[in-house]
């Protein structure tokens, strides 16, 4: 199985929401630093959101107040609550761990369109 496996993604309409999930397995999840990552079409990979384990937050200025990042260390578990999502927002998501990264998964696409 993979180490890393996101979900949730799909389409949307512009100001919609999806929620996505990265189900962590084979890797230490605590005591580390979890964080979301957005690739945009064309353009390099690009952290979003991170969540330590203390549970203190930090996002990228232009999600914040959008995002919601979060975690589930009972079940490995990292979230992600997208809303009034935007087309600048589309792309492909990644977890992964810092500073020790784990092996990139599939990642989970986002599409907002109208």
């Known amino acids: 199985q993979e180490r890393l496996v996101e979900s949730g993604g799909g389409s949307v309409l512009p100001g919609g929401s999806l929620t996505l999930s990265c189900v962590v397995s084979e890797v230490s999840f605590n005591p580390y630093t979890w964080a979301w990552y957005h690739q945009a079409p064309g353009k390099q990979r690009e952290l979003v959101a991170a969540?330590?384990?203390?549970?203190?937050?930090n996002y990228k200025e232009s999600v914040e107040g959008r995002f919601t990042i979060s975690r589930d260390d009972s079940k490995n578990t990292l979230y992600l609550q997208m809303k009034s999502l935007k087309s600048e927002d589309t792309g492909v998501y990644y977890c992964?761990?810092?500073?020790?990264?784990?092996?990139w998964g599939q990642g989970t696409r986002v599409t907002v369109s109208s």
């Open positions: 969540i330590q384990s203390s549970g203190n937050i």
């Open positions: 992964n761990r810092r500073p020790v990264m784990a092996r």
